[in-house]
């Protein structure tokens, strides 16, 4: 019964891999292009805000510096699982 169960698993995992290598692959490649888009526009998002009585520079390069941080954070993980996907 055990052999069985791991002779299940193997056959899935075989058949699954494709479909993460294709899913993984999709998903860093749309990551970065949010990443790009987010640089592009970086002036938008982080300038001097006009409804905001005192925006100090520090304050608008700690907002750009937590999105670079987790975006960069994120992507690395996802880079990660795509080795190890395509490596499988």
């Given amino acids: 019964m055990r052999m069985n169960n791991f002779l299940t698993m193997a056959v899935i995992e ?3 891999v ?11 490649i749309i990551f970065l292009f949010a990443g790009v888009l987010i640089w592009r526009r970086r ?4 300038d001097r805000d006009a409804n905001i ?3 100090p520079l520090v304050a608008r390069h700690n907002r750009a510096e937590e999105i670079l941080l987790v975006w960069s954070g994120l992507t690395l993980v996802l880079l990660f699982i795509l080795y190890q996907v395509w490596s499988a």
Avoid at 18 to 28: E, I, Q, S, Y
Wanted: proline letters at 5%; charged letters at 15%; glycine letters at 4%.
């Fill in 14 to 16: 075989q058949t699954g």
């Fill in 53 to 55: 009585a005192d925006d």
């Fill in 18 to 28: 494709p479909a993460l290598r294709v899913a993984f692959t999709v998903a860093v």
């Fill in 43 to 46: 002036h938008q998002f982080f």
